[in-house]
């Protein structure tokens, strides 16, 4: 086995990363108007961002100073374009200065960028164009930036999508500069469109405004990781992804605090890396979900021992349900490289909210509750209890200041200490709304300003405690995913009809969620059905990138609702009470004998 | 079977927790129920073992053992 640590001896390396702290010039924690003057006042100083290579090379290195010049000169090429003032400019944010250059660029140019994923995925090429060519339609983009690579996915993408400008990142920096002078948005304009919720079919974006942007990133320093002139902060998170982008490349840039980064992949492919270029270059702050700290500390081996990650202050969790047995596990393999269980921060928040919601004091340890896992289904109250029949969860901190929370019982009370209910919130970080969708808008704000999370939990100590998800979603290593889109792409195999498909979460006994997928069965022999099970397996693992269980099971067996909607809800429950079964041939017998026959 | 495909199998066996059998047109998401994030674990052996980088995109558009070998094997010429 390689050492998980192996670098490259390759030649191409620059020489220092920027400073952790900027001498001459005061730190100034968000206190501006638009995004555009945070960058110019921490361009007055030497600190900025830092990539390093998929080996841990420092590959480039990106002063704000330099980030400002280049965005600058980036926005006067998109202008000679002649992009009208708040159009869409839609880049695929991958981890490198040339997405950095486009999304600050548009904020000097008047323009709204629009951070697209990339690509992940063995095989996920097909899945990865419809899902772009959504996200592309629901904002109304006017041109799709991205890397020479990706052009041609991206081009397949923008044609579905009715968009046709496709440029790379090449052709758009050899574009000439126009001479109009730069007007960039301030205060109370519109500031990027987020992706986040929705499926691939129907996907929404997010409209943050500048005051928005402002206001979290202020509180996210102050409140939430308070940070100071000596701290540095790591990331390998997506930019496309708000916890990456507000938390990890906005707020630092608003508060002149130097980041490193690693990418997205390589963080996957070399996991402990991670903590060897934390320990590097002595950071102060980072977060991951808990999956993240899982995987790193079970790759990290031997190697533990040579790090240094004792200056770590802030290990922020979010983007998942927190899980205490993961933290407990990546405290214990990593307190020989003097990392501190105090470090550990958790935290809730979503990207209606541009991120943060609510911090735990980075001053103060975690918070486990151990609750009554019977009382806390039947009753929705959450009971301490200890023993078998407790249910740990992590307290996830007080709400900003400058916000506030409720918990509401379904006729919409507002409950107190210790009842679980829906979490809704109200916030100046709240977006401006879905773009263009005020269907959709209108469906999670309230006419009371306040936004419906989707998010179930309850009080404690005036601590916010997530307990799971009121809608179907399904919540996997960080990522949300749609049960539709399992279930659309199940579909299309011959065998199966639109309604043979449920798709759900289901907890293990280690507290993750399990993906299970309901699948009616009319073939005649079990061997056929075998067979279907694969088929479905395989291309759920293709469209959506996660492994599931196929429970194949009788026709009409699945519960509809009274307008024929699945009821994935009354699916999950028939499944978890035994009352939807696996085929066997027994059944399938009694199939072949009444088409009529269920359960 | 190529030599590049009878080794990159050899590094796909301990991600093989179902015990399927190994062929070139065995799909390496799909057969082998490995996760995402395990899939880039393997991937990462694969560079390692061959001293090649396989780009995003790339294997955006790579299913089975046999279409990994081809760009392994184009991969390493460049080299």
Known sequence: ?599 | MTDTAAQICKLLEPFNSNGTALSAKTDISADLNIDSVTVMDFVMEVEDHFDIEIPLNVLSETRTVEDLAKVVDSRVKKG
């Open chain 1, 1 to 599: 086995m390689q050492s998980a640590l192996k670098r490259s001896g390759r030649a191409d390396v620059v020489s220092t990363a920027t400073p952790t702290s900027n001498r001459s010039l005061a730190q100034n924690s968000a206190g501006f108007g638009s995004l555009a003057e945070g960058l110019d006042y921490a361009a007055r100083g030497v600190t900025g961002f830092n990539f390093y290579s998929a080996r841990g090379a420092l590959e480039t290195v990106l002063p704000y100073s330099e980030l400002r010049r280049r965005a600058m000169a980036t926005a006067r090429r998109l202008l000679s374009l002649g992009l009208a003032r708040g159009d869409r400019v839609a880049v695929v944010a991958e981890t490198g200065p040339d997405f950095m250059a486009v999304f600050f660029g548009c904020q000097y140019a008047g323009l709204i960028p629009c951070p697209l994923p990339y690509t992940m995925y063995i095989g996920g090429k097909d899945s990865y164009i419809e899902r772009v060519a959504g996200m592309l339609a629901a904002a109304r983009v006017q041109i799709v930036i991205a890397g020479e690579d990706l052009t041609s996915h991206i081009m397949d993408a923008a044609a579905r999508a009715g968009v046709n400008r496709v440029m790379s990142h090449a052709e758009l920096q050899a574009l000439p500069e126009a001479a109009a002078k730069l007007e960039p948005f301030g205060p109370s304009d519109d500031a990027y469109i987020q992706y986040s919720s929705g499926s691939t079919s129907n996907p929404k974006g997010v409209l943050i405004s500048q005051s928005a942007i402002m206001a979290n990133a202020r509180a996210i320093l102050r409140e939430g990781l308070r940070t100071g002139p000596d701290d540095r902060a790591f990331s390998w998170l997506p930019l496309y992804h708000d916890m990456g982008l507000v938390g990890f490349c906005l707020s630092p840039a608003l508060g002149q605090v130097s980041v490193d980064f690693l990418s997205t992949s390589a963080f996957a492919r070399r996991p402990a890396l991670w903590l060897k270029l934390m320990s590097d270059n002595k950071s102060t702050v980072t977060y991951s979900p808990s999956f993240g700290y899982d995987l790193a500390a079970r790759r990290i081996n031997g190697d533990a021992v040579t790090l240094d990650l004792s200056r770590l202050r802030v290990a922020g969790i979010g983007g998942d349900m927190v899980r205490p047995d993961v933290l407990e596990g990546f405290a214990a393999t990593l307190a020989v490289a003097g990392f501190r269980q105090e470090a550990f921060l958790p935290s809730y928040g979503m990207a209606e909210t541009t991120l943060a919601i609510a911090f735990v004091d980075p001053a103060k340890p975690i918070r486990i509750d151990a609750v009554d896992r019977l009382v806390l289904k039947s009753e929705g109250r959450a009971v301490p209890a200890t023993g078998g029949n407790a249910r740990r969860f992590v307290a996830c901190g007080r709400p900003l200041s400058d916000s506030k929370v409720e918990i509401r019982s379904a006729d919409g009370a507002v409950l107190g200490e210790r009842s679980v209910g829906r979490i809704f919130v109200r916030t100046p970080s709240l977006m401006n709304g879905y773009f263009q969708n005020e269907d959709a808008t209108a469906a999670v704000v309230g006419a009371d300003g306040f936004l419906d999370t989707g998010d179930m939990g309850y009080w404690l100590d005036g601590e916010i405690v997530i307990t799971g998800r009121a809608k179907d979603l399904i919540l996997h290593n960080g990522r949300n995913i749609w049960p539709q889109d399992i279930e659309w792409a199940a579909e299309q195999l011959d065998a199966l009809r639109a309604g043979d498909v449920a798709a759900f979460a289901v907890e293990n006994e280690l507290g993750e969620d399990e993906v299970v997928v309901l699948v009616q069965c009319r073939l005649q022999d079990m061997a056929a059905a075998e067979a279907l099970r694969n088929e479905v397996s395989a291309v759920v693992h293709r469209s959506a990138g996660v492994e599931c269980r196929v429970v194949m099971v009788p026709p009409k067996s699945l519960p509809f609702t009274s307008s024929g909607k699945l009821s994935r809800a009354a699916a999950r429950q028939k499944f978890l009470s035994g009352d939807i079964a696996e085929i066997t041939a027994a059944t399938l017998a009694v199939t072949q004998d009444g088409p009529e026959a269920s359960l």
